[in-house]
């Protein structure tokens, strides 16, 4: 990946989760594009200073940050820190890009799922999507935006990954919510609800062919996802064209189940 221009020169970003898989798609293509973007982890420092390493190759600029999103705690102590990088590298601590990607997935069935695993499942993809917002929003410029990873899974149609599902509703919901209380800042905010992506979240499906075989004929264009997919779809999302485009739960699932 290399530099293709500078649409988002001056901006910066938060992506969280952005160590490996979509996040780390996510997190070169914004920068890519020119922002200084702020990479967050959760526990492999090694994958996060990869994400970091793999940017600065590209030319663009980016540095990490750490926070255990299960932690509303860990969530405030990450901003301080944020805000003094911000403002070492750029003279102040405004956020103008959010993209709320740090997720953990549950691959059980209904009677599978005990109160730890929905417990985690909840606290990772939910409450700590809302309190990373909380966080966010009051230091977000006006024309800013805010991308959340939903699933398509929100659908409800997966019986071994119901609770999983479920937390992903709830992360559409909250974009329509904090939608409705940024308009007056004209700040966007959407969700992506992707299809299967190859990433290491799915890897154990991965190595079932007859199952990704079934996925995929029922995928119109035929293939499974990369995670520069959906980085592209956040970079639609990040444009002046999409300015208009607000409180949306976007499928990026190459025309699943249609």
Known sequence: MTMRRASLSGKTALVTGAGRGIGRAIARQIASEGALVAVHYGASVQAALETVRLIEED????????????????????????DKAFATRTGGRDIDILVNNAGAGASLSIAQTD????????????????????????RMRPGGRVINISSLTARGQMMDRAAYGAS????????????????????????????LIETDLV????????????IVKQTALGRTGKPTDIASAVSLLLSDEA?????????????ARL
């Open 59 to 82: 030319g663009g600029e980016a540095f990490t940050v750490q926070a255990d999103v299960r932690s509303v705690a860990e969530i405030a102590a990450m901003f301080e820190v944020l």
């Open 168 to 195: 992903k509703l709830a992360v559409n919901s909250l974009t329509q919510s904090f939608a409705q209380l940024l308009g007056p800042q004209n700040i966007t905010v959407n969700a992506i609800m992707p299809g």
């Open 243 to 255: 300015g208009w485009i607000t409180g949306q739960c976007i499928e990026v699932t190459g025309g």
């Open 115 to 138: 109160e730890e695993a929905f417990d985690r499942v909840f606290s990772i993809n939910v409450k700590g999507l809302f309190f990373v917002s909380q966080q966010a929003l009051p």
């Open 203 to 214: 890897a154990e499906l991965m190595k079932n062919p007859a199952v990704v075989d079934a």
